[in-house]
């Protein structure tokens, strides 16, 4: 069982919005950070967003004014609202959380959903 699942990637036009959820998919004792990466073909995975399970947030500068993350504790979920979206964001997009189990503490990563940003 995949314990994250990513939804709501797809086609989009340059200057268009996409909203992506990430949704655990097994109870954790805890859920501390969850955050949003991506990686684009040929590149490295980079850093997106972040946010705390008290609802600190940071982003990357590339990003920063465009995208918002937020999380619903009650749900186990994480969102990133992408806006003004830029050929440059194409790429697979995955969650990560971090928490801790019956094994301690673990991170967890779902299996990414792609955005393409085309016109």
């Known amino acids: 069982q995949v314990p994250l699942v990513e939804s709501g990637g797809g086609l989009v036009q340059p200057g268009g919005s996409l909203r992506l959820s990430c949704a655990a998919s097994?109870?954790?004792?805890?859920?501390?950070?969850m955050g949003w990466h991506r990686q684009a073909p040929g590149k490295q995975r980079e850093l997106v967003a972040t946010?705390?399970?008290?609802?600190?947030?940071t982003y990357a500068d590339s990003v920063q004014g465009r995208f918002t993350i937020s999380r619903d504790n009650a749900k186990k979920t994480v969102y990133l609202q992408m806006n003004s979206l830029e050929p440059e964001d194409t790429a697979l997009y995955f969650c990560?959380?971090?928490?801790?189990?019956?094994?301690?503490?673990?991170?967890?990563w779902g299996q990414g959903t792609q955005v393409t940003v085309s016109s």
């Open positions: 990560n959380a971090d928490v801790s189990d019956g094994a301690g503490p673990n991170t967890y």
């Open positions: 946010i705390t399970s008290g609802g600190t947030t």
């Open positions: 097994r109870t954790f004792i805890s859920i501390y950070a």
